[in-house]
């Protein structure tokens, strides 16, 4: 598989809530996910995050997906049913190491996520 449809198939699994077809997409060893407010050193970290965040998921908007190489890049909407945060936009670059997400960067209002979460961000465990 192309490194844009082993993204294309992560976000899909992220949609349709099924973690652990997303989690096989990420890589074991080595696995990094940064945004503007938290960091993950494993994948098992961030998918329990991003399962906190099911209960309020309304949809995820694919917007545009492309490749170069090994690194992918997604625009996305994150709709929810939290009316303070409403939706966010969402820039994310995925590195593509063999048939594995090696890191994934995201980008959005920090602001947004801080004040739903109270702010208590979750941090990496190096």
Known sequence: MQPKEIV????????????????????EEGFEYVGPNMRFLNRDDMLSYQFGMVAIQKDLILRQLSADGEHV??????????EPIGDVRLAVWFRVQGDKIQTVEAFYNAA????MLGGNLPSANP
């Open 8 to 27: 294309a198939q992560f976000i899909a699994g992220i949609h349709a809530q099924r973690l652990d077809e997303a989690k096989a997409l990420l890589a």
């Open 73 to 82: 890049f997604a625009i996305l909407d994150y709709q929810t049913h939290f």
């Open 112 to 115: 947004v996520v801080e004040n």
